[in-house]
């Protein structure tokens, strides 16, 4: 009987049952959409942080990029140093072993068959410890030097050819999402990156102020020995002219401190949805226990027990709140879908979707919170529902 009933005042209410879903919808698709955004920053920091591979990164003490930039993001980064860095840096105590990588781009131009501007990656298949690994699980073998590798956020290539700055290329692999620039950059051996860079006139304004590519470097990766302290090898490498560097763990902390501002913007819109919606649903449940105190009487003069209102109230209260928070769970789902674009368009921050587990855990998580959001906002109503006088209610006007 009270499914039949909550279904029939649903119909008989059109206007102030959306209202009231909308409510609901729009709370829970900010709190979707808030955690699953910090969740997903945090698991693409970590993911970037672990697939370094490396215990300090390096870059030009005059660029304009930091290292966090450099390793998060995929914005094309044309910043260069002289290799003859290498030799200093093998100098370091701590320095077990280090890596070059030479940085180039595509460009939206006819050069190019790609859609945007990615990041291109030389690496040194003699010295590389990371795109190495990465290999491992992408192509199982070294590239070829007309073969390239992309990440994950690189679309696919008709045919699995693709043409960099005026040359065809085979794609040998497509990388999982991983975290970090990896998934907006394409890998290419470092002296096929550095032909390619040097010979395109669209990058010509690059080598008349850095010099010749052939001697080169944008970053460098460094592994130090087994006991030692990255963050002091990390200071000893600052001191070599011309370079900044950062440990991994630092890279990390630092975008968790960056997180932290946004945890407390979500923590302060949980409070102010939580007052929003029990406030708006208060008031909602207790206006339409008012339009319907005629009707309620009735039941209760049937013979429908106070205890039986009372649950109508709650049933009625608690299937509206589920089906609002699904919507709001869905939206707030396509609405972090929509901010992963901007944020990889921006280049803000990195960003991976997090699992089908987490994803799951957040949406029961929220449900659950706006059930019990909902069942406080229709405690007291359902609660005076229940206490109606039949014979009062039925003498104050028509039975609507």
């Known amino acids: 009987m009270f499914a039949k009933l909550i279904w029939r005042n649903a119909k008989r209410r059109p206007w102030q049952q959306g209202l009231t879903l909308f409510v609901v919808a729009a709370c829970a698709a900010a709190l979707t959409a808030g955690i699953l955004l910090v969740w997903g920053i945090e698991k693409a920091g970590q993911s970037a942080v672990d697939n370094l591979g490396a215990d300090v990164m390096a870059i030009p003490a005059d660029a304009h990029f930091e290292p966090g930039q450099v390793l998060f993001t995929g914005a094309p980064a044309n910043i260069y140093m002289n290799s003859e860095v290498l030799k200093e840096i093998e100098k370091v105590s701590g320095v077990e072993a280090l890596s070059a990588q030479f940085f180039s781009q595509t460009l939206n131009q006819s050069c190019c068959s790609l859609p945007e501007e990615y990041r291109l990656v030389g690496y040194d298949p003699q010295t590389d410890f990371l795109v190495r690994k990465l290999l491992t699980k992408g192509v199982g073998r070294d590239l070829k030097d007309t073969e390239v590798i992309v990440g994950g956020n690189v679309p696919a290539f008709l045919g699995d050819r693709v043409v960099i700055l005026a040359e065809p290329f085979d794609v040998a692999g497509y990388l999982e999402p991983l975290g970090g620039s990896i998934d907006d950059t394409i890998f290419v051996p470092i002296e096929t990156a550095r032909r390619l860079a040097g010979a395109s006139p669209f990058l010509q304004e690059y080598w008349q102020e850095a010099g010749n590519p052939e001697e080169l470097v944008s970053s460098v990766l460094i592994k130090t020995k087994e006991g030692a302290d990255a963050n002091q090898v990390a200071k000893d490498i600052d001191r070599i002219r011309g370079i900044k560097s950062v440990t991994a763990g630092k890279l990390f902390s630092d975008l ?22 029990i406030a708006s649903l208060a008031s909602r449940y207790s206006s339409l226990v008012m339009e319907r105190q005629q009707e309620l009487a009735l039941l209760r003069a049937l013979g429908t027990e106070k205890r039986g209102l009372f649950m109508l109230v709650m049933l009625e209260t608690l299937c509206s709140g589920l089906v609002a928070a699904v919507i709001g769970c869905l939206a707030g789902y396509g609405l972090v879908l929509y901010l992963a674009k901007v944020l990889s368009s921006h280049s803000s921050f990195p960003f991976m979707l997090p699992g089908a587990a987490q994803l799951s855990i957040a949406c029961l998580g929220i449900s659950a919170f706006i059930l019990v959001i909902c069942c406080l906002a229709a405690f007291w109503p359902a609660r005076n529902s229940s206490r109606l006088d039949p014979v009062i209610a039925l003498t104050e006007g028509e039975l609507k």
Do not use: P, Y
């Open 256 to 277: 968790q401190e960056e997180l932290w501002v946004i945890k407390d913007i979500l923590r302060l819109m949980v409070v102010i949805i939580c007052g929003i919606t």
